[in-house]
């Protein structure tokens, strides 16, 4: 069907297929093609499709009760966020649908924190080049890219954006109005740009000796996406405050906040929530999700098929230079990087022919999110395609 044809608003630049349904880290289409998911609904689906356990969880729930309402105790609520809190930094954590919903809460916590001290002045955010934290007005103004700002009226105030992974620049940015740092731990959408291991260690260093908050944005990076249940573990930090999402529901609709009990004192009744954050629903998906990732040997399995995938990777360049210019990410979350003569969207388009489903991201970069339950085998399909699709290529694919 045409866009023209459609009544779903023209919001997305669709490809022409259809699927139809999944199971483990393939999908059918309407057709009955089958494809190797390394999409993965952009890093959402984090235990592939219909898996067992979640599908139990869900339609075992749905039999008995959806949606309340956060005025009474959610039991499975409780039970998940207490889950969370023993696995991270954080000693509270609060439930939503979405990444930008949690971005929106994360920045909302940073300026109550300050405001609760006596200091309402401290509300600014400093944010880096590169970022990505979600479409609404507040996190677009954070992220301060112009392709996603156009348009949209003069920005909110209250952020100031400096180049990823300069100390000096982001040093100079805080003043007397600065109330937090904000920095995704490995940039997504941004080109799969890690942040080197010392400059988090160095965020959290700053933000103590200014006296304002660190709080990440790990709604792709973290749930296990790297190795770790977060990617600032790898650093060896304790933010003060993130924001997650995507891989925390496994395809269901979820976020959350997670921080520590004094960042998040400012986040008192009536100054904060959400009609469905936190629903029955969620909460059973959710409370599926961790039984699997907190699994003994599960995360270590991620991080074992992840280095794995990179060695793989690491061939597939050597064996293509003039298609690809390099790759970087962590775990599952990696980046092909294109050549400056091959289009990373046209690429993709061509592994999609192939059986390959992947996602674009900044830079030229073609991003492989495959479910954290792919095997290495899987991995070896995966290459198999990119290798038959760049030894295909020729310029001429991208004139």
Not at 368 to 373: A, D, G, S
């Amino acid at each position: 069907m045409s866009e023209s044809q459609s009544a779903v608003m023209n919001t997305y630049a669709r490809s022409p297929i259809a699927m139809d349904r999944g199971e483990g880290v393939y999908l059918w289409d309407t057709d009955g093609r089958r494809y190797l998911d390394f999409y993965a609904g952009i890093a959402v689906n984090a235990l592939g499709h219909a898996h067992p356990h979640l599908v139990k969880a869900l339609t075992d729930q749905a039999g008995k009760l959806w949606h309340t309402t956060n005025l009474y105790t959610i039991p499975d609520g409780e039970k998940l966020a207490r889950r969370l809190t023993e696995k991270s930094f954080a000693d509270r954590v609060f439930f939503c649908n979405s990444g930008v919903e949690a971005l929106e809460g994360l920045i909302k916590l940073a300026r109550r924190y300050h405001a609760v001290d006596g200091h309402p002045e401290k509300f600014r955010v400093v944010t880096v080049e590169g970022a990505f934290h979600g479409r609404s007005l507040a996190t677009i103004a954070a992220a301060n890219n112009k392709k996603y700002l156009d348009g949209f009226g003069p920005p909110v105030e209250g952020f100031d954006n400096v180049p990823f992974g300069n100390m000096n620049a982001l040093r100079d940015a805080i003043g007397p109005e600065t109330a937090a740092i904000l920095i995704e731990p490995i940039q997504g959408e941004g080109g799969l740009r890690p942040g080197a291991l010392q400059y988090l260690r160095d965020l959290r260093a700053a933000a103590d000796e200014f006296g304002i908050l660190l709080i990440l944005d790990e709604v792709q990076s973290g749930n296990g996406r790297t190795g770790k249940m977060w990617a600032h573990e790898w650093a060896g930090i304790e933010p003060d405050a993130i924001a997650t999402a995507k891989g925390i529901g496994g395809g269901f609709p979820m976020g959350a906040i997670l921080a520590t009990e004094k960042a998040a004192r400012g986040l008192t009744p009536g100054t904060h929530g959400t009609t469905f954050g936190g629903n029955p629903l969620a909460m059973a998906v959710g409370n599926a999700v961790m039984d699997v990732i907190l699994a003994p040997g599960f995360l270590e399995g991620v991080e074992k098929v992840g280095a794995y995938f990179w060695n793989r990777l690491e061939d597939l360049i050597a064996k293509h230079p003039k298609v690809f210019a390099g790759h970087r990410g962590a775990g599952l979350m990696q980046g092909l990087v294109c050549s400056a003569d091959v289009t990373n969207l046209k690429f993709i388009d061509a592994l999609r022919d192939n059986g390959l489903l992947t996602v674009g991201a900044g830079e030229n970069v073609i991003r492989l999110l495959p479910p954290l339950i792919v095997e290495e085998a899987h991995i070896d399909e995966a290459v198999a395609i990119l290798d038959k699709t760049a030894s295909a290529w020729s310029v001429s694919d991208d004139a």
